[in-house]
């Protein structure tokens, strides 16, 4: 079956950086666009960064500071963040966006 396994998350001082990583089985990974969503606590959940057929784009709250990559033969895609704000903090999602696959989350905390 389709699997979504992020890693990465953790706590982190404002100012800091963080890779996220989601490992994915089960699927076609190189057909999917694949992003990368985040739920803060209280808040629905948002698009932070994705690919799409011209490339990636970003929400705007993160743009210039987060970047989404893949490696397509281990079936992996990344977020690289850096210059974390207490408004990152939040349950970040991989997903195929089409498909409705997603994983479990890893939680993002950024406190000083």
């Known amino acids: 079956q389709v699997q979504l396994v992020e890693s990465g998350g953790g706590l982190v001082q404002p100012g800091g950086s963080l890779t996220l990583s989601c490992a994915a089985s089960g699927l076609a990974f190189s057909v999917y666009p694949m992003g990368w969503y985040r739920q803060a606590p209280g808040q629905t959940r948002e698009l932070v960064a994705r690919?799409?057929?011209?490339?990636?784009t970003y929400a705007d709250s993160v743009k210039g500071r987060f970047t989404i990559s893949r490696d397509n033969d281990k079936k992996m895609v990344y977020l690289q963040m850096n210059n974390l704000t207490l408004d990152d903090t939040g349950v970040y999602y991989c997903t195929t966006i089409r498909g409705g696959y997603w994983g479990q989350g890893t939680q993002v905390t950024v406190s000083s």
């Open positions: 690919f799409t057929s011209e490339g990636t």
